[in-house]
């Protein structure tokens, strides 16, 4: 059974760099068909997706946070990252790692159990 | 990407059915048979209860059902049991880039 766990520290520093790792076990991040992404969730702006890769470096970013964001992938470590700069207490969330599926990957099929990040000083 | 329109909130008792509503626009919802519903309860990941508008998961209760009319989709929930109890997430494609989703702000199922 496909299971996906997020890693990394809780708590980042204002105008820092936040970097997760989302590990991917019970099947290979390189199959095909498949997006891999992050989703985070905040109480004031609810669930919103952040960006995502597939295993051959395509990949896609949400417009509003483009600028600060990238997602990395490491096929041989089965392993996708997230990382984001200049990061502000509105970053403060839960942060999901997620398997796109569906004809434009709208399907979010698989969550990691998520992974609460703070940003404070 | 403007985010898709939930009640903040509906409730049922045990053995009635409720709809929660999700509208967007005619770019996204209006568009595309490609909405997804999340179920989420306390402190747990969200899980895929509907895609495609209208289809469930392996393992989803046909309790739940989907719909879509215009630039609105629709959750169904019958035989409403405790359990149910949980936050609903809607979810479309965006449509007007290549990738991309939004999400609904969220409904609060309180079963009485």
């Known amino acids: 059974q496909l299971q996906l766990q997020e890693s990394g520290p809780g708590l980042v520093k204002p105008s820092e760099t936040l970097s997760l790792t989302c590990t991917v076990s019970g099947g290979s991040i390189s199959s095909s068909g498949y997006y891999w992404g992050w989703i985070r969730q905040t109480p004031g702006k609810g669930l919103e997706w952040i960006g995502s890769?597939?295993?051959?470096?395509?990949?896609y970013y949400n417009p509003s946070l483009k600028s600060r964001v990238t997602v990395p992938v490491d096929t041989s470590k089965n392993q996708f990252s997230l990382k984001l700069s200049s990061v502000t207490a509105a970053d403060t969330a839960v942060y999901f790692c997620a398997r796109h599926s569906g004809s434009y990957y709208e399907i979010i099929s698989s969550w990691g159990q998520g992974r609460l990040v703070t940003v404070s000083s | 990407q403007s985010a898709l329109t939930q009640p903040a909130s509906v409730s049922g008792s045990p053995g009635q059915s409720i709809t929660i509503s999700c509208t967007g626009t005619s770019s996204d919802v209006g568009s595309y048979v490609l909405v997804s519903w999340y179920q989420q309860h306390p402190g747990k990941a969200p899980k895929l209860m509907i895609y495609e508008g209208s289809k469930r998961p392996s393992g989803v209760s046909n309790r739940f059902s989907g719909s879509k009319s215009g630039t609105t989709a629709s959750l169904t929930i019958s035989g409403l049991q405790a359990e149910d109890e949980a936050d609903y997430y809607c979810c479309s494609y965006g449509g007007s880039t290549p990738f991309g989703v939004v999400f609904g702000g969220g409904t609060k199922l309180t079963v009485l």
């Open positions: 890769i597939h295993y051959s470096g395509s990949f």
